[in-house]
C-alpha cells in the first residue's frame, strides 16, 4: 500500500509539471493555430535563466524564478512578433518548419554559452517530509502546489479580466473577435507570453529533482503534444486533466510493470485513447 501511495504522489508531481507545459502549448494552438515545437526549448532555456540566475548572481531561488518567467516570456513574444506573425498568412508547414527551426537555434545558442553538460539546480527545498506512510522532498509538494497555483491563476486570469476574456473569444472565434474590436495583435503575444512563462515555471520547479541540459525539453514537449491530442486540441481542461492522467499512467506502470516502458507509456496511451475517441477526450468548445 505505501508502495501505491508513493507512486500516486509520483504521478501528482510529473503530472503537474506535463500540465503546466501542455497548457502553454494548448493556449497557443487553441488561439493562433501554431503547434508551436519550440516550446521545448522555451522550457529548457526556463531551467537554464533559473539555474544560472542562482549560480551566478546569487539570487534565491524564487527570484530566479521570476527572472526565468520574464525572459522566457519576451522570449516566446519575440517569437510571435518576429517569426509567426510574419507567417501568419503562409501555408501551416511553414510555421512547423520555422518552430523547428527556433528549437534547433535555441538549443545551440545554450550550448554554445554554457556547454552540454548535465547541472544540478540547487533548492531551499532539499529536506524530506513523511505523512500517509510516504516520505517525499518538499521541493516535490512545492512543485505541485506552484503548478495547481498557477493553473488556479490562469483560469482566473481568463474569465474574470477582460484581457482574459478576450482571449477566450479569439480561440471561440477569430472573425467575431475582430469583428467586436479585439486587438489581434496584443492577444497573440500576450499568449506567448503566459505560455513561456507556464513553460519557465515548470522547468524551474523540475530542474531541481532533474538535471538541467540541452535537450531537457525533448520528451517533456512530445509528452504535451499527446496530452493535447488526448485532451482535445485547443482544450484547456483536456490539458490539466491529461496532463496528470499521463503522470499517474507514468509513474504506476514504471512500477508495477517496468520503468524501462514508462516513457512508451505516452504513446501507447495515444493510440488507445484516439482508437476509441478520434476527437480526443475533451471535444474544444472553448478555453475555459
Not at 526549448?41 to 535563466?49: F, I, N, R
Not at 524501462?260 to 475533451?282: C, E, H, K, M, N
Request: glycine share 10%; aromatic share 10%; no cysteine.
Amino acid at each position: 500500500m505505501d508502495v501505491l501511495a508513493q507512486q500516486l504522489f509520483n504521478g501528482l508531481t510529473v503530472g503537474s509539471v506535463y500540465s503546466l507545459v501542455a497548457l502553454g502549448l494548448t493556449l497557443v494552438y487553441g488561439i493562433l493555430h501554431i503547434p508551436n515545437f519550440a516550446h521545448g526549448a522555451l522550457y529548457m532555456v526556463g531551467g537554464y535563466v533559473t539555474l544560472m540566475a542562482m549560480a551566478l548572481l546569487g539570487m534565491p531561488y524564487f527570484v530566479a524564478m521570476a527572472v526565468s518567467i520574464v525572459v522566457v516570456g519576451a522570449i516566446a513574444m519575440l517569437m510571435e512578433r518576429i517569426v509567426f506573425h510574419p507567417l501568419r498568412h503562409s501555408p501551416p508547414i511553414h510555421d512547423k518548419i520555422a518552430a523547428i527551426g527556433i528549437l534547433l537555434f535555441l538549443e545551440a545558442l545554450v550550448q554554445f554559452i554554457w556547454g552540454a553538460e548535465y547541472r544540478a539546480m540547487s533548492t531551499p527545498f532539499a529536506d524530506t517530509v513523511s505523512f500517509l506512510g510516504i516520505t517525499v522532498t518538499w521541493q516535490r509538494v512545492m512543485i505541485i502546489v506552484a503548478a495547481v497555483i498557477a493553473m488556479l491563476l490562469l483560469q482566473l486570469f481568463l474569465k474574470k479580466t477582460m484581457v482574459g476574456s478576450a482571449i477566450v473569444a479569439m480561440s471561440q472565434n477569430r472573425e467575431g473577435a475582430f469583428l467586436v474590436g479585439i486587438n489581434a495583435n496584443r492577444v497573440a503575444m500576450l499568449t506567448f507570453f503566459i505560455s513561456g512563462a507556464l513553460a519557465a515555471i515548470a522547468a524551474s520547479i523540475a530542474s531541481p529533482i532533474n538535471l538541467v541540459y540541452p535537450g531537457m525539453g525533448h520528451l517533456v514537449i512530445l509528452k504535451a503534444f499527446v496530452i493535447i491530442i488526448i485532451g482535445g486540441m485547443g482544450s484547456v481542461p483536456g490539458a490539466i486533466v491529461d496532463g496528470y492522467i499521463l503522470g499517474f499512467s507514468e509513474s504506476l506502470g514504471a512500477t508495477f510493470i517496468s520503468s524501462a516502458y514508462s516513457d512508451l507509456i505516452a504513446f501507447l496511451l495515444l493510440v488507445i485513447i484516439l482508437t476509441i475517441r478520434p476527437q480526443g477526450l475533451f471535444v474544444k468548445k472553448g478555453a475555459h
